[in-house]
Each structure stands twice: as C-alpha cells, then as structure tokens.
C-alpha cells in the first residue's frame, strides 16, 4: 500500500505492508518539499511555478510506487490545506491524476483531523493518559483533535507556517512588531477554535514543524526520526528554544544540522503557531509522534484492493 499526503509546503510519500492485528510496516517514507501552496493566502490560487515543483515531485512519487510494486487501487493520495483552498485545484487533480494514474481525494479539515489522530494515536501501547491533545502543525493548517477512545471534537484553523509567514513574517530575522502581529494571529484562531487546550492530560504534536523543533530541544546532530519519536519534552524548554528560533535569520536556521532548507524560512511562523498552543496548555511535558496523517491514511487502505485509477 502506499499513501501520500500533499500539503501547502511538502508532499510527503509511505508504502509500507499492512500488519496483521492492525498497524502499517513501513518500507519506504519519503518527502519533497513542494511549497504548493505559495501566495494561496492572498491570490486564492495554485500559483504556475508552485504546481511544476509539485507535479515534478509526483513523477518521483510514481517512480518509487512501481520500483515497489504498488498498485494504483493500493494508493491513497490525499491533499490538504492549500488545495482546499484553491480555486483552480481542478487544476490539481488532473495533473496529479495523469501522472501518477490515481484521483486525488481533497480532504475536509474534519476528514483531515480524524486521518492525524488515527494515525498518532490508535494502535499505542500503553495508551496515553485521557483526554489527549494531537497537534498537527501544516503549511496552511493546523488541526488539533481532541480525544477519549477515539476523536471527540477536533478543528483545522487557517494559520500554519508557510500562511502565517507570507501573511505577518516580511523581514529577516522577522521584526517585533511582526512577531507580535503574528502571534495575535494565532491567538485569535485559538479563542475561536473551541477547543479547551488545556484539559488534555496529554498532549502530543506532530508535522515538520513539531519534529524539528524537537531535534532543536534534544541538541540533536541530525534529523534522526529513531532520536525524537516518543520522546517526552518540556513544555517550559520548548518555549524557550523557539523563541531563540523565531529571532533567528534564515542563514542562521538552515545552519542548524536538522533543519531542512526548505522549511528555513517558514518554521518561525510555525514555532509561533506551536509555542501559542503550548502555552495554553495545562501540562509540564508533550510527547513528539513521529506517526502522523500518513500514518493515519496507509491504515484507512482497505485489505481488499480498489478499483484500479481510484484514490
């Protein structure tokens, strides 16, 4: 099986072999920073140069399905915020569909939510103490999930990293007076979210954003997944490493030996987004997930095969 998950600023590729009892083997995780979802906050459209990097992505994705055998009825391909979003995602759908023979399905930021919380948290053993807090910080969402034995109210709010950064974060490093208007953007979403952060007994986060934030924490010498999954951080230690962060310039980010190039630019504006989130929390400590909605979507495959050309 394989799923693959588009968001605003990567695509991101699984395939992995469905375990019996429940749960994905994963053969193959990938990713390509795409940045679909460039200028769709103030033009309302998939911009020409955004859609080439994405497309050129997605004949590397079809690439790596036939060098491990999947199936086209075996293939989930799901889009999120920017597509969402956009008006021409017509546009989209058939490239994506013409290159990789599978009908991308454009998720709801409902459908969005339960995929991330299936994925971070169904299937963990021991089970985390109840309610629980997902966060899945995105290039042009962020959606939070709130649940007891399975999902109970969840939200995807407009702001994540690449909006929040076209929209407040002009200058490099970005000014006070920017940071200051970003994070009341963030706490504007979070007042009218209606979601009570700070009941959650556990909270664990997810997404680029959250990972690397995590590898800064943990002084980590590289993006090392096996280093941050499951680990258990503090909230205060957090705070305070993404405040150093969001003062950072660009250069000085994409230094960092964990760090992505592509995200560089964009991970103050999702560190403000996580740290808005943190701070209304009413626990010392999060966990980091390295399982997400990729995750949650391989587990979404039916056993039976579908449809060939179907998503």
Not at 93 to 109: C, H, K, N, Y
Not at 136 to 156: C, F, K, Q
Not at 244 to 268: F, N, T
Request: include cysteine.
């Amino acid at each position: 099986m394989a799923a693959i998950d588009c968001g605003t600023n990567s695509i991101k590729i699984l395939v992995g072999r469905p375990r019996t009892g429940g749960g994905v083997d994963v053969l193959l995780r990938d990713s390509r920073v795409v940045r679909l979802g460039q200028g769709v906050d103030t033009s309302g459209e998939l911009g020409q140069e955004a859609l080439a990097r994405t497309f050129a992505a997605v004949e590397e994705l079809a690439g790596m399905l036939r060098e491990h055998d999947v199936p086209a009825g075996r293939t989930r391909f799901c889009a999120t915020s920017a597509t969402r979003d956009a008006r021409n995602s017509a546009v989209f759908v058939e490239g994506v569909e013409a290159r990789l023979g599978v009908t991308p399905e454009v998720l709801s930021g409902a459908e969005e939510a339960a995929l991330v919380y299936a994925g971070t948290v169904d299937g963990l053993e021991p089970r985390p103490a109840e309610p629980v807090l997902v966060v899945d910080i995105g290039g042009g969402s962020t959606e939070l999930v709130v649940g007891e034995d399975g999902p109970r109210e969840s939200v995807s709010m407009d702001v994540g990293s690449v909006r929040l950064h076209e929209r407040h974060l002009h200058s490099d490093p970005p000014a006070v007076e920017q940071v200051t208007e970003c994070v009341a953007d963030v706490v504007r979403h979070l007042d009218d979210s209606g979601i009570d952060v700070a009941r959650a007994r556990t909270v664990m986060g997810t997404s680029g954003t959250v990972k690397t934030i995590a590898c800064g924490v943990l002084g980590l010498p590289a993006y090392d997944r096996e280093a941050f999954d499951g680990a258990e951080l503090s909230v205060e230690d957090t705070l305070a490493y993404c405040d150093d962060l969001v003062a950072m310039s660009v250069e000085q980010r994409r230094a960092l030996p964990y760090m992505h190039p592509g995200r560089a630019d964009v991970i103050g504006a999702g560190a403000l987004i996580w740290t808005g989130i943190l701070a209304r929390t009413s626990v010392p400590t999060y966990l980091v997930s390295e399982a997400d909605l990729l995750h949650g979507i391989a587990a979404s495959i039916p056993t039976a095969a579908r449809p060939a050309g179907r998503a």
